[in-house]
């Protein structure tokens, strides 16, 4: 069971990335997958989630509107579309799957976790 997530760099303000996390077969099949990240000195939160088969989706407040979650069970890979990106939102970024099918933002409801891509926004 592995994640692979990609994608990170540094950018300047108002810019985009796309993150990517692949996943194997038997964590992306039926898990909500979620993104979390982790800036330095603080603990790690939650950005966005997505169910499976992918019909629902959630956000922290702070990313609403200029983040977008999206998976595709073809190719089992969950994205993390980041723009308008601000200097905050500088932290390492980490792919989860859920032990359960429904969206979860509670940290301990996921099992399993990437390696984490560095994303940093300059001003």
């Known amino acids: 069971v592995q994640l692979q997530a990609s994608g990170g760099g540094l950018v300047q303000a108002g810019g985009s990335l796309r993150l990517s996390c692949a996943a194997s077969?038997?964590?992306?099949?039926?898990?909500?997958m979620g993104w979390f990240r982790q800036a330095p000195g603080k603990e790690r939160e939650f950005v966005a989630a997505i169910s499976w088969p992918g019909g629902s989706t959630y956000y922290t407040d702070s990313v609403k509107g200029r983040f977008t979650i999206s998976r595709d069970n073809v190719k089992n890979t969950v994205y993390l579309q980041m723009s308008s990106l601000k200097p905050e939102d500088t932290a390492v970024y980490y792919c989860?799957?859920?032990?359960?099918?429904?969206?979860?933002?509670?940290?301990?409801?996921?099992?399993?976790w990437g390696q984490g891509t560095l994303v940093t926004v300059s001003s």
């Open positions: 077969g038997r964590t992306f099949s039926s898990h909500a």
């Open positions: 989860a799957g859920a032990r359960t099918a429904y969206i979860v933002a509670v940290i301990q409801e996921y099992e399993y």
